[in-house]
């Protein structure tokens, strides 16, 4: 007789979370398109005060990172991301509701907490549903779900704006979350064998999957695992690709259209779907490395040679500033957008192979720690711009050529990281002295990373 061919709902499965993180992008740009109107409507919203807005959404994402990976691990993943994506598309609604600034900035804290679970909820899913071989690609379609949702609210948020006006636009943003999450709740289950639409080889493909890279036994405490090397090591690299993408969706856009025109500013979009497409091509790989026997090399080549193409792409770059066109610009950052989007996946199934059952907290720490180097992006952009030189690349202000080299460096040393970063290393059990010394560590770290998102999103406004 011939083996039972397994089905395949782990794969709608990463599909109903590509979707997740479409909507998570939706409803965060959707108040950069609506910041006109909003300005217009609400009291005492200045531009410094939008910035603040802007700023609270990322302290409050930041906070409850690691809170809500310790959730989705203990709860399941099934009622976590309910509650999340419930939490966060009704604070997406009610952002239409405002008419103060105060309530704005509340509203905004509110909707950047319920949405600080959606990726570390969302990994927890994924590692219990995928082998460790498939994790790559699983995370490749996921995070491009990002990309997708960026891009495509560059040009459907504007024009659902004017349709039915800004306020009706978050509504609609908020519904959109509310029938994801029933979908979701319906649908998933915890555990694969639970599912009825799972049959035994599946089951049993999953959980020999999952077996064959169990790096941490459940008796090493979280604290030690998030104080590894490795997680060490992982948050700074995801800080590190964290400063090159978010200036693709912070200000690429009016530093083209300052220097090249309004028309040029639309191909700001354009590095996003690229990088989309780079995401699932370093995913694809990171599969096919680990199919060929190769778990360590199968996170590192696509990390480091991603690492290689942004820091090549960003100093290309600096040689744009004088075209009389923005395509040699766009082609530039392109490839540096397309090389930090080939670490994504690697890093996220890195968290999945290190972390386990803790892989939802494990993902959140590393997670809190990149958004330190986003917002660091937003706020040191605009300076280089305005402040810094260096000898042949910036001899003058004016250009992002001396943010570029920033960036640059930056990725370099994130490309060496991945060269001490390995998931199979064992971790042997620590005395309680030294776990209390690793908690006084974390603990300096963390109000280290929540500072300096204050400090960048607040007191350097």
């Not at 349709?163 to 978050?170: A, D, E, K, Y």
């Not at 820091?311 to 766009?330: F, H, K, R």
Request: contains cysteine; charged residues 10%; neutral net charge.
């Amino acid at each position: 007789m011939t083996e039972p061919v397994a089905t395949r709902q782990r794969f709608l499965l990463v599909l109903l979370l590509f979707l997740h993180t479409v909507n998570t992008y939706m409803d965060r740009v959707c108040i950069s398109a609506a910041k006109g109107p909003m300005q217009s409507d609400i009291s005492g919203l200045s531009d410094q005060m939008m910035g603040y807005v802007f700023g609270i959404f990322a302290i409050g994402y930041a906070l409850f990172q690691i809170p809500a990976g310790m959730f989705s691990d203990r709860a399941g993943p099934r009622l976590a991301l309910t509650i999340v994506v419930v939490i966060w598309s009704v604070f997406t609604a009610l952002t239409g509701a405002v008419f103060t600034a105060i309530s704005l900035l509340v509203v905004r804290f509110l909707f950047g907490m319920g949405e600080a679970g959606a990726y570390p909820g969302a990994t927890r899913a994924l590692y219990k549903w995928l082998p460790a071989k498939e994790r790559g690609i699983g995370q490749g379609i996921f995070h491009s779900g990002a990309r997708v949702g960026a891009a495509l609210s560059l040009v459907v948020m504007p024009a659902l704006i004017s349709w039915i006006g800004w306020r009706w636009t978050f509504v609609a943003n908020g519904l959109v979350g509310l029938v994801w999450g029933g979908v979701w709740w319906f649908w998933y289950r915890d555990s694969p064998s639970e599912h009825s639409g799972t049959n035994d080889a599946e089951v049993e493909l999953i959980a020999t999957g999952i077996a064959e890279q169990q790096s941490t036994p459940l008796s090493i405490p979280y604290i030690q695992i998030v104080t590894s090397a490795n997680v060490l090591l992982a948050m700074f690299q995801y800080a590190a690709s964290n400063i090159t993408f978010f200036i693709s969706i912070t200000w690429l856009r009016p530093y083209i259209e300052e220097r090249w025109g309004s028309q040029a500013a639309n191909l700001s979009a354009l590095p996003l779907l690229i990088g989309a497409v780079a995401l699932w091509l370093s995913g694809t790989l990171v599969t096919l490395l680990h199919k060929q026997g190769m778990p360590v090399l199968s996170r590192r080549i696509p990390a480091m040679v991603g690492f290689a193409l942004g820091a090549i792409g960003l100093l290309m770059c600096t040689q744009t500033a004088d075209s009389e066109t923005v395509w040699p610009l766009i082609i530039c950052f392109s490839i540096a957008l397309f090389g930090v989007e080939m670490t994504l996946s690697p890093s996220w199934a890195l968290c999945m192979d290190i972390g386990g059952d803790r892989s939802g907290a494990v993902s959140g720490a590393m997670n809190m720690v990149g958004n330190m180097g986003a917002a660091l992006s937003a706020v040191v952009f605009p300076y280089f711009v305005a402040n810094v030189t260096l000898p042949y690349f910036a001899v003058e202000t004016g250009t992002a050529n001396s943010f570029f080299v920033f960036a640059a460096t930056i990725n370099a040393l994130a490309l060496v990281a991945w060269l001490f970063m390995n998931p199979l290393r064992q971790l042997r059990e620590l005395s309680a002295g030294q776990l209390r010394v690793r908690l006084a560590s974390f603990a300096v770290m963390i109000v280290v990373v929540i500072a300096a998102l204050v400090y960048t999103n607040f007191l350097m406004r």
